[in-house]
């Protein structure tokens, strides 16, 4: 999730091209959840999910494309792209806001400093299946993050955060772990919540129409229409410490499995 410890040569030379790069994509063991690892050209990073749909499973490997985190995120599937191509005004409207506003959560409720450790990528954390439900602040943070994407990412033309909460604290952004009755879900609810609340004042107050973010993020898409069951989840890795210039792609990761977001949305 951090980037002078990591980011390769080869990976300077994809940032700075303003195209797709084609990569492969590999699955470890965390099929079907919201978070976890890939390998990536030979590299391990932690993903997480942007759009709901099937992950790239175990030991599998898929096709995909890498961007950066603006330029990709019209791409999920050729429906949300028609959404903006329909009209071109969101792309100077909605996609920037949308995308300062995540890069502000990412930056604000994932423990860079204190987790990322020498690999840069947060390596360092615990990445088995079994400890998904440990109530510790990495995995709190980074499965309530991952909330506010995939519901900021279901949002297609919003751009007006100052509505996600009204004064009575409902909002329409789903919170996929209240309710659920156990301590490591009450504490991503709270993250969660906290998130929600924050950003709402912050857009009050014009904070993201100048916010630059701290750290590099992108985006790897399989671009295909919504039901093509080569749609696989697109998502969104965490790329370093400091951030670079909007490139059109660059190694990093992510993706979610659909069955596991799901579930958790039933229950909540």
Not at 104 to 119: C, I, R
Not at 122 to 129: G, K, R
Not at 202 to 226: C, E, I, L, M, W
Request: glycine share 8%.
């Amino acid at each position: 999730m951090t980037f002078p410890k990591f980011f390769s040569l080869v990976f300077v030379a994809l940032a700075a091209t303003a195209s797709a790069d084609t990569v492969s994509v590999t699955g470890l063991e965390n099929d079907g959840n919201p978070i976890g690892q890939y390998v990536i050209g030979g590299q391990t990073y932690w993903w997480m999910c942007i759009e709901p749909g099937p992950p790239a499973l175990s030991n599998q490997t898929i096709t995909a494309q890498t961007y950066s985190f603006q330029d990709g995120w019209d791409k999920q599937n050729t429906e949300r792209y028609a959404i903006y191509q329909s009209d071109p005004s969101l792309y100077t409207s909605v996609i920037p806001k949308q995308v300062a506003v995540m890069e502000y959560v990412l930056d604000a409720y994932l423990p860079w400093d204190t987790q990322a450790g020498a690999s840069g990528r947060f390596l360092e954390q615990d990445p088995s299946f079994s400890s998904f439900t440990n109530n510790d602040t990495f995995h709190n943070s980074m499965f309530a993050v991952q909330n506010f994407l995939s519901e900021t990412q279901g949002k297609a033309v919003n751009s007006d955060f100052t509505t996600i909460m009204d004064s009575s604290g409902n909002t329409f952004y789903q919170d996929y772990y209240a309710g659920l009755g156990d301590a490591t879900d009450n504490a991503r609810s709270s993250i969660f919540q906290s998130i929600l609340n924050d950003v709402v004042a912050k857009d009050a107050a014009g904070f993201f129409a100048t916010y630059t973010a701290q750290h590099s993020y992108f985006t790897v898409n399989t671009f295909a229409p919504v039901n093509d069951p080569n749609n696989w989840q697109d998502g969104l890795v965490i790329g370093g410490f400091s951030p670079v210039p909007e490139p059109g792609g660059a190694l990093l990761i992510a993706a979610c499995g659909i069955a596991w977001t799901l579930r958790r949305r039933r229950i909540g």
